[in-house]
Nanobody, 118 residues
């Protein structure tokens, strides 16, 4: 059974940091890109960051550049999203995703809530 399990969400004050984790299991993901999407209430789901397991591909949405860092631990089959200098507008459910391209997602995680509020 293929699974993507996110963890690390929570409540944080503006300017704070969180690290999300996505543990992948059930198949080999080495041929897939891994990404983080987010969806805020009333808004469409958007791509935040993505990477390949080889490290040869990395993408960040413009509003996340310099604040968010995507990384992976191939031995643990885990992808991380380090989020710094968080803003209230970063509040959303964050989803881990896997697919050959970020426009073609084969697997989704269940999502983890991130709330940035004082």
């Amino acid at each position: 059974q293929v699974q993507l399990v996110e963890s690390g969400g929570g409540l944080v004050q503006p300017g704070g940091s969180l690290r999300l984790s996505c543990a992948a299991s059930g198949r080999t993901f080495s041929s897939y890109r891994m990404g983080w999407f987010r969806q805020a209430p009333g808004k469409e789901r958007e791509l935040v960051a993505a990477t390949s397991w080889s490290g040869g591909y990395t993408y960040y949405a413009d509003s996340m550049k310099g604040r968010f860092t995507i990384s992976r631990d191939n031995a643990k089959n885990t992808v991380y999203l380090q989020m710094n200098t968080l803003k209230p507008e970063d509040t959303a459910v964050y989803y881990c995703a896997a697919g050959p391209f970020m426009a073609t997602i084969y697997y989704w995680g269940q999502g983890t809530q991130v709330t940035v509020s004082s």
